[in-house]
């Protein structure tokens, strides 16, 4: 609609008496010509083909790929962000079929946003197969690197692969159906092995030792040395202790010194923060505002998917992965509204994944580190804040009631309670069923 009637409305051409050419010498539709008066589809449709070269040798992924990226709804964006010099060098060389439609391929360059949004573009279109979680074909990949890296050193290796192999890999591909969160299991088994090797490296360098040969002073005096994180090695010495590895021991757990916990006051005042700036990114105000509201981790809650809200004549309800939904209040069921209707938006072509919360990578959520600095740049105290929400809802429910709301384990939701000094004598005493 080009035109404008007397009332400033839109109107088509032909009522609006233009005469100027806007149809596309290509296609024939009416739009803006971006050159050569041709449209920026038919633009886009004729760049893809000159540097992907679909035809020379015939390759029908290629053309799939053609076909998908000019079918969006938003072309001119993929001619922005074939301009750039990554994503430009990138389908070149695929173009030329010096890099190859595979993952390996594409695992073998450097590590770059460029082209991980091109590999997420391919799987997503089904140019490339999928290989499942990407939390943990990153984790894949990080054991191979860093294995890699201590080849030179096949006394440290000799003990470091069977922990991350046997013991890491095996447990997260086993049980990666029943893990809320492979992105903060992933990260976890990362930091495990990496102080392990750092265990083996100091029992190398400075003990000349190695593992199998290490004794218990040598343990004891690496843990009681160097920062709190050294106790993450307890994992690996506790592993091979029960494969009958070794004998040592690996003393006590690591506990944190302080727990941060934000007050009542200040978790209200960051709710209604939230729920005030409108201008702030919708994203980041939805997973704070469930964040404290619920006290579920970040890494949770933007692997939500659509279908979890669900309105019924009690309100809006959402399953954060407990036997039973949580019940959303109005002001907050608002904005979780808004998340939900609302139409992502991105610079490629996307797949709608059912994701609540969609990443800008074709069929992937938003990262959480993504939302965490968000949050934190609005004034959210994201540790404290979680850890003052799950203090108040033990206060008014038991932590085996609400670790069915929450998807919490109820050991965890106890501890809350005794932090936050609960009374349990408060609850009325549920009849032990006989033997």
């Known amino acids: 609609m080009p035109g404008l009637d007397e009332n400033g409305d839109p109107i088509c051409r032909v009522c609006a008496r233009i005469e100027t050419d806007l149809d596309c010498v290509k296609c024939g539709l009416e739009a803006e010509l971006i050159r050569n008066k041709r ?4 633009v886009l449709r004729e760049d893809l083909n000159a540097v992907l070269s679909p035809t020379d040798p015939p390759d029908l992924r290629l053309k799939r790929l053609v076909n998908v990226l000019c079918a969006v709804d938003r072309p001119a964006s993929i001619t922005v962000w074939m301009r750039g010099p990554a994503a430009k060098d990138l389908l070149t060389r695929i173009g030329h079929r010096e890099l190859e439609l595979d993952h390996s391929a594409f695992d073998a360059l450097p590590r770059a946003n460029s082209v991980e949004h091109l590999r997420s573009l391919l799987v997503a279109h089904g140019v490339l ?5 990407v939390d943990l074909a990153r ?13 030179p050193r096949p006394r440290i290796v000799a003990a470091l692969e069977p922990f991350a192999r046997w013991h890491h890999a095996r447990r997260l591909h086993d049980d990666a159906d029943r893990i809320r969160n492979l992105n903060y299991a992933t990260r976890a088994a990362k930091q495990e092995i990496t102080e392990a090797g750092k265990l083996l490296a100091w029992l190398d360098e400075t003990r000349d030792v190695a593992f199998t040969d290490a004794e218990q002073r040598h343990i004891d005096e690496y843990l009681s040395e160097g920062p709190s994180t050294r106790k993450s090695a307890r994992n690996f010495i506790n592993w091979n202790h029960k ?3 070794t004998a040592l021991g690996s003393g006590r757990k690591r506990e944190a010194v302080t727990t941060p916990l934000a007050t009542d006051s200040e978790r209200l005042q960051q709710l209604a923060h939230l729920l005030a700036e409108t201008d702030a990114p919708l994203v980041a105000r939805v997973v704070g505002l469930l964040m404290l509201l619920f006290g579920t981790p970040i890494g949770r809650l933007v692997q939500l998917r659509r279908d979890a809200v669900t309105e019924t004549p009690e309100g809006m309800r959402i399953d954060l992965g407990g036997t039973q939904p949580a019940l959303v209040p109005g002001a907050i069921s608002e904005v979780v509204f808004e998340m939900v209707t609302s139409v992502a938006q991105s610079r490629t072509a ?3 994944a059912g994701w609540l919360f969609p990443g800008r990578r074709s069929g992937q959520h938003i990262h959480p580190d993504s939302v965490r600095g968000q ?9 404290a804040g979680r850890n003052a929400a ?6 008014e429910l038991h932590p085996a009631v609400l670790a069915d709301i929450l998807g919490y384990g ?17 609850y009325a005493a549920q009849p032990r069923t006989p033997r």
Request: glycine letters at 6%.
């Open 39 to 42: 449209c920026a589809r038919c």
């Open 129 to 133: 197969p999928d290989r499942g979680n």
């Open 139 to 151: 984790f894949d990949l990080w054991v191979d690197q860093r294995l890699r890296d201590l080849a």
């Open 243 to 245: 494969i009958g590895a």
């Open 350 to 352: 996307t797949v709608d």
């Open 375 to 383: 949050l934190r740049r609005l004034g959210v105290t994201v540790l």
């Open 390 to 395: 799950l203090a108040d809802l033990t206060q």
């Open 410 to 426: 109820a050991p965890t939701l106890t501890r809350h309670a005794i932090r936050s000094g609960l009374a349990f004598a408060s």
